[in-house]
């Protein structure tokens, strides 16, 4: 099973970006991440995090920690018992403007989770 982490930062550079997500990896693992612009300014980072668990409980325990390491203020969309869905724009790192961790018993790595969908 997998998280997928969303992050849109409040820089435009990359090398500001990178500067975050080495700050961040303190807290959490930052793995392969990807980066593009934002649609409406800032840099979108994704990346996945495999879990070392298969049972589902085990992995909103993981999500619900890993969400805790970095963040706070987070809410929670979609049926827990299918897909749990974290989001919040409170962290502990500065330039996070905005972050999604998504699990999902149905995970798709190419799929864009946001909320509502």
Not at 11 to 39: C, G
Not at 81 to 93: H, K, T, W, Y
Not at 102 to 110: A, I, L, N
Request: glycine fraction near 6%; proline fraction near 3%; aromatic fraction near 6%.
């Amino acid at each position: 099973m997998k998280q997928l982490i969303k992050l849109i930062l409040s820089t435009d550079k990359e090398s500001n970006a990178r500067r975050v997500l080495a700050k961040l990896n303190h807290q959490i693992p930052v793995v392969d991440p990807v980066l593009s612009d934002h649609h409406s300014g800032g840099i979108e980072v994704q990346w996945n995090l495999e879990l070392k668990t298969e049972e589902w409980s085990d992995a909103v325990l993981k999500a619900l920690e890993t969400a805790q390491n970095f963040g706070r203020a987070w809410t929670i969309h979609g049926n827990v018992g299918e897909a749990l869905d974290l989001v919040s724009s409170q962290f502990s790192v500065a330039g996070i403007e905005f972050a999604q961790i998504t699990v999902s018993k149905q995970f798709d790595s190419s799929a864009n989770h946001s909320p509502g969908s």
